[in-house]
C-alpha cells in the first residue's frame, strides 16, 4: 500500500504539469456520468492509467472517466478506482482542483473492501493527503526537494467553524435549507469553491466543519459518486477523527454502491456537525 502512494506522487508531478501548460478546452466525448469532458479530463485520466497500471500490486483500475474497469496485473491486490480531474468546472477559473484514488481489495468494491485512499490538491502548491484506516492521514507539500511530509498531522477537532453546502440551494429538501441556515445562524462561515479536493481538504486542514452533497428533488442521489469520491474521503475523514455519513446518517464506509458510477448523498464533519445534521434530518439512531 505505502509503495502505491509513493507512485502517487509521480502522478502528482505529471498532472500538475498538465494542469499548468496544456489546453483547458472542451473533448470531444462525455464521460459514464454523462458530463461533458475537457481535454484536461482526458489528458489527466491517461496520465494516471499509464502510472498506475506500471504497479505491480494494482490488479485494476477504474476511472470516473471510464466505463469499464481495466485489468492491469492479474495477480495484483487491489483495484485502483480514481477521479482524475476532480473540479473540472472551476479549472478555467484558475481555482484549486484535485485528483481522487481509492484503494480496494479486489472484487471488493464498497466500503468495507477499501483498504486506503489519498488526494491530491493542485493548488498554489502541490499537496498530497494518503491514509489506511485508524491511523492519521499524512499530509505533504511541495517545496524544493518534492513533496515532503508537514508536521502537523490532520486531525479533526470537535467542532468547527465551516460550512460547505453543496448543491443547488432550489432543489434542497425543507429539512436541508433548515440545517444550513441553522449552521449559519450559529456563526458558520460558507467556504464553498465548488471542488470538493479544496472544500474538504480546507476542512482538514482547519481543523473543522461541515461539507455536505445533500439528495436534492433534481438528483435524489445526490451527484458525488461513492467509488470514486465519497468513500475515499469517508475514509480520510474518519482516519482524521472525523465523521461521514449518508442522508440516513449511516456510516459511508459501510455502502455497497449499486454500480461502479453510483452516486450517494454524503456528509463528512467533525462530530458536532455531524450531529447536528442528525437531529435535523431526524436520523438519530442512523
Ligand atoms: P468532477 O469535476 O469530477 O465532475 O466533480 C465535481 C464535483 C465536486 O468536486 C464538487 O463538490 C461538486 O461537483 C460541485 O457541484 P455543485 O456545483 O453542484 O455544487
Ligand atoms: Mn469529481
Ligand atoms: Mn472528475
Redesign the pocket.
Known amino acids: 500500500m505505502l509503495s502505491i502512494f509513493e507512485t502517487l506522487k509521480s502522478i502528482a508531478f505529471a498532472v500538475d504539469e498538465a494542469i499548468k501548460t496544456e489546453d483547458l478546452g472542451y473533448a470531444s466525448g462525455r464521460n459514464a456520468t454523462g458530463?461533458d469532458q475537457l481535454k484536461l479530463d482526458v489528458r489527466a485520466d491517461g496520465i494516471v492509467e499509464s502510472i498506475l497500471s506500471q504497479h505491480p500490486l494494482v490488479y485494476s483500475i477504474i476511472s470516473?472517466e471510464k466505463e469499464e474497469e481495466l485489468i492491469v496485473h492479474p495477480d495484483g491486490r487491489y483495484t485502483v478506482c480514481y477521479?482524475p480531474?476532480?473540479?473540472?468546472?472551476i479549472v478555467e477559473a484558475d481555482l484549486s482542483v484535485g485528483t481522487i484514488f481509492g484503494i480496494y481489495e479486489k472484487g471488493k468494491l464498497t466500503g468495507s473492501g477499501l483498504r486506503g485512499s489519498a488526494y491530491i490538491v493542485y493548488g498554489p502548491r502541490l499537496e498530497l493527503v494518503a491514509a489506511v484506516r485508524g491511523r492519521a492521514p499524512r499530509h505533504y507539500r511541495s517545496g524544493s526537494e518534492g513533496l515532503f511530509a508537514v508536521r502537523r498531522s490532520l486531525r479533526l477537532g470537535e467542532k468547527g467553524k465551516l460550512n460547505a453546502p453543496?448543491?443547488?440551494q432550489k432543489y434542497w429538501l425543507p429539512e436541508h435549507k433548515a440545517f444550513v441556515d441553522s449552521l449559519f445562524a450559529e456563526g458558520y462561515r460558507l467556504r464553498y469553491s465548488?471542488?470538493?479536493?479544496p472544500?474538504l481538504h480546507q476542512i482538514l486542514v482547519k481543523a473543522g466543519g461541515i461539507f455536505s452533497?445533500p439528495g436534492t428533488s433534481d438528483k435524489p442521489e445526490g451527484?458525488?459518486r461513492a467509488l470514486f469520491?465519497v468513500l475515499p474521503f469517508a475514509l480520510i475523514y474518519e482516519a482524521a477523527g472525523g465523521e461521514a455519513v449518508d442522508q440516513r446518517g449511516r456510516r459511508l464506509l459501510e455502502l455497497v454502491p449499486s454500480s461502479l458510477h453510483a452516486t450517494t448523498p454524503c456528509f463528512f464533519g467533525s462530530s458536532y456537525e455531524i450531529g447536528r445534521f442528525k437531529e435535523a434530518y431526524g436520523v438519530n439512531d442512523g
Open positions: 458530463d470516473e477521479d480531474l476532480d473540479g473540472s468546472s453543496g448543491g443547488t465548488g471542488g470538493m479536493v472544500d452533497y451527484k458525488l469520491e
